[in-house]
T-cell receptor, first 111, second 112 residues
Framework: DAGITQSPRYKITETGRQVTLMCHQTWSHSYMFWYRQDLGHGLRLIYY???????DKGEVPDGYVVSRSKTENFPLTLESATRSQTSVYFC??????????FGPGTRLTVL | QKEVEQNSGPLSVPEGAIASLNCTYS??????FFWYRQYSGKSPELIMFIYSNGDKEDGRFTAQLNKASQYVSLLIRDSQPSDSATYLC????????????FGTGTRLKVLA
């Protein structure tokens, strides 16, 4: 199916475990983004990528790692999950400066 | 002070009325502004964007930008119960970067 997908949609993990959230888009958009959304903070940018092999930090990058070896994929890894990383994570993609298309989100709970 | 501020609401308006959603931003270098709608449990979807002072209309929606006052607003005419959602305002940093700063959103309730 065309569009932007995220997996898993729901994930429960324990403190200290490594977790990878997947994001895949079929539009061949150059730009991809990872956000987290928390009550009281809104959407905050974690990392973004302007093209394959080009990534840069956003507002809240600590504790996260990204890679982008292929244009269509932009995985987000929590190297050692903490309770403060419990959140809803959204991936987005964009070809222009104006519109971002968001994936359905991943709800992550860290126990 | 948050870079993009919105009143969390809820803003309640009767069906058929005009809903006015407001947003202020602190970075004068911000050049483009976006309004997203987010239904509960869903992902944000773009309603419209604006980058020039003045008004921009798209159907029932009008975005207004006043860079001197660092103020962006979204007007929804003939509000419908289906417009009930959280509306997110976002500012894009100056050209050359892709850093978007989102407000925390205003919850709109349109009463039938």
């Amino acid at each position: 199916d065309a569009g932007i997908t995220q997996s898993p949609r729901y994930k429960i993990t324990e403190t200290g475990r490594q977790v990878t959230l997947m994001c895949h888009q079929t539009w061949s958009h150059s730009y991809m983004f990872w956000y987290r959304q928390d009550l009281g903070h809104g959407l905050r940018l974690i990392y973004y990528s302007a093209a394959a092999d080009i990534t840069d930090k956003g507002e809240v990058p600590d504790g996260y790692v990204v890679s982008r070896s292929k244009t269509e994929n932009f995985p987000l890894t929590l190297e050692s999950a903490t309770r403060s990383q419990t959140s809803v994570y959204f991936c987005a993609s964009s070809e222009t400066n104006n519109e971002q298309f968001f994936g359905p989100g991943t709800r992550l709970t860290v126990l | 002070q948050k870079e993009v501020e919105q009143n969390s609401g809820p803003l309640s308006v009767p069906e058929g009325a005009i809903a006015s959603l407001n947003c202020t931003y602190s970075d004068r270098g911000s050049q483009s502004f976006f309004w997203y709608r987010q239904y509960s449990g869903k992902s944000p979807e773009l309603i419209m964007f604006i980058y020039s002072n003045g008004d921009k209309e798209d159907g029932r929606f009008t975005a207004q930008l006043n860079k001197a006052s660092q103020y962006v607003s979204l007007l929804i005419r003939d509000s419908q119960p289906s417009d009930s959602a959280t509306y997110l305002c976002a500012a894009k940093r100056p050209s050359g970067t892709y850093k978007y700063i989102f407000g925390t959103g205003t919850r709109l309730k349109v009463l039938a």
